[in-house]
């Protein structure tokens, strides 16, 4: 089963006061293994960020004002999310930000199924904080490479606390592949795990072969 582990980062809190979204990220989960497939952008929200927004993501007025508007990303990201559970944390905010830009362009509000992160937590830790930071630093987690919110590195994140939250183990092999992707206007270290298959050569095959005609001959040949 596919889902998507998503993000947003806006100018400022609640939608009624016309703030707007500045960043989306998603990260694609195959039977709860990242795929390598992700969708990230950055948006000219048309509008300045807040003081305390800016506090949060560092995404200045300047910075964002020469990226594309959500009407221009609106049907890649759509298509992106099709049919697949999003998983996020304190949905009722990305999703009150994601369906109001849907809503300026006159387009129905998303129907996908949600699981709540924030909700998920506050049930198995009752009285706790349950921030993301909170959630990493309870679990394990090295959130050292989030120095401010940034929406694809709390996807990365995020997903290393899902798991843990469902109870479910994250790979035992070391999947982890630290190159650094270049996506549009940022870099950031892949910190997430990918199935990887490695096939033998045909030398190889033939070398294992004549390892079992001479090392096992008493046993099987």
């Known amino acids: 089963m596919k889902e998507d582990v ?5 100018t ?3 939608v009624k006061e016309g703030h707007r979204i ?4 998603c990260i694609e989960l195959d039977n709860l293994i990242p795929t390598e497939k992700i969708f990230h952008c950055y948006l000219n929200p048309e509008r300045k960020v807040s003081e305390k927004a800016l506090e949060v ?3 200045t007025d300047e910075f964002l004002s ?3 508007k959500f009407s221009e990303v609106a049907d890649e990201f759509l298509n992106f999310i099709k049919g697949k559970k999003l998983i996020i944390h304190n949905a009722e905010f990305d999703l009150s930000h994601l369906n109001n830009e849907l809503k300026l362009l006159g387009k129905e509000s ?4 949600i699981v709540d992160t924030l909700v998920l937590s506050r049930n198995k830790f009752p009285g706790s904080s349950v921030s ?3 959630l990493c630093k309870k679990y394990g987690i090295d959130n050292s490479i989030r120095t401010q919110h940034t929406a694809l590195i709390d996807c990365a994140l995020l997903f290393k606390v899902y798991i843990n939250l469902i109870d479910q183990k994250e790979p035992k092999l070391d999947f982890q592949n630290q190159e650094t992707i270049k996506n549009k206007d940022t870099q950031y270290k892949k910190i997430l795990y ?5 096939k033998p050569t045909l030398q190889e095959k033939d070398k294992h072969s004549q390892y079992l005609k001479t090392s096992l001959k008493k046993n099987f040949f």
Do not use: M, P, R, W
Not at 22 to 25: Q, R, W
Not at 194 to 198: H, L, M, Q
């Open 6 to 10: 998503l993000d947003t980062e806006t």
């Open 110 to 113: 998303l129907n996908n199924e």
């Open 22 to 25: 500045v960043e989306i990220g």
């Open 12 to 14: 400022g809190i609640s």
């Open 57 to 59: 993501h560092g995404y």
């Open 132 to 134: 993301l930071d909170a």
């Open 66 to 68: 020469n990226k594309q």
């Open 194 to 198: 990918f199935k990887k298959i490695i």
